[in-house]
């Protein structure tokens, strides 16, 4: 079925460093794509999408960039800051009108000053 | 314009008991979603109403059931609660067919003793 991977972590930086938290998606249909954080005691907040191979999402200095050859939609940033420490999911659409998303397991970021 | 809001926050049920959350989306949003978050089993998909129907449904026991009104608020039930459903239950609302974007909530934790 559809699911989506994401590296688990947790993952500890410090401030400054450069992020990347992999995500890959079954390759079924064609599904937008979306990251979304949450930072503690908090729900989800969308962080950026790309809906179509090629898009690249970019939000508050992270990106990812939708590859379809190798269905992937990773994370990165250039230098994280301690404010950035959150859980990470990844997730996918169904596309059409069904308003269903799949989310990977969620990554914890945590950056050191 | 207001985000995404649920009440109660918190919740403590027992075993046995039923409850029912409550979701108002975003003005002028007309599907809602619900999730629940769980340590063990992430993010999973409850249901997602559109117009007052229920347009899809995740894999869970017919003890969980939901309803949206013709503002568009939900309520989800559940009934006979057990230890296991105590989890984060988020709402999610999305207005825009062609975005396909989800907006979510702050959640409500349901602690089931």
């Known amino acids: 079925g559809d699911s989506v991977t994401q590296m688990e972590g947790p993952v500890t930086l410090s401030e400054e460093a450069f992020l990347t938290i992999n995500c890959t998606y079954t390759?079924?249909?064609?599904?937008?794509l979306f990251w979304y954080v949450q930072y503690p005691g908090e729900g989800l907040q969308l962080l950026l999408k790309?809906?179509?191979?090629?898009d690249k999402g970019s939000n508050k200095g992270f990106e990812a960039t939708y590859r379809k050859e190798t269905t992937s939609f990773h994370l990165e940033k250039g230098s994280v800051q301690v404010s950035d420490s959150a859980v990470y999911f990844c997730?996918?659409?169904?596309?059409?009108?069904?308003?269903?998303?799949?989310f990977g397991k969620g990554t914890l970021l945590t950056v050191n000053p | 314009k207001a985000g995404v809001t649920q009440t109660p926050r918190y919740l403590i049920k027992t075993r046995g008991q039923q409850v029912t959350l409550s979701c108002s989306p975003i003005?002028?949003?007309?599907?809602v979603s619900w999730y629940q978050q769980t340590p063990g089993q992430g993010l999973q998909f409850l249901f997602e109403?559109?117009?007052?129907?229920?347009?899809n449904k995740g894999n869970f026991p017919g003890r969980f059931s939901g309803r949206q009104f013709s503002n568009s608020r939900s309520e989800m039930n559940v009934s006979t609660l057990e230890l296991g459903d105590s989890a984060l239950y988020l709402c999610a609302s999305s207005g825009d067919p062609q975005s396909e974007t989800q907006y979510f909530g702050p959640g409500t934790r349901l602690l089931v003793l």
């Open positions: 997730a996918r659409d169904h596309g059409g009108s069904n308003y269903k998303l799949t």
């Open positions: 790309a809906t179509k191979a090629d």
């Open positions: 390759a079924t249909g064609y599904p937008s």
């Open positions: 109403y559109f117009s007052e129907t229920q347009r």
């Open positions: 003005s002028g949003h007309r599907s």
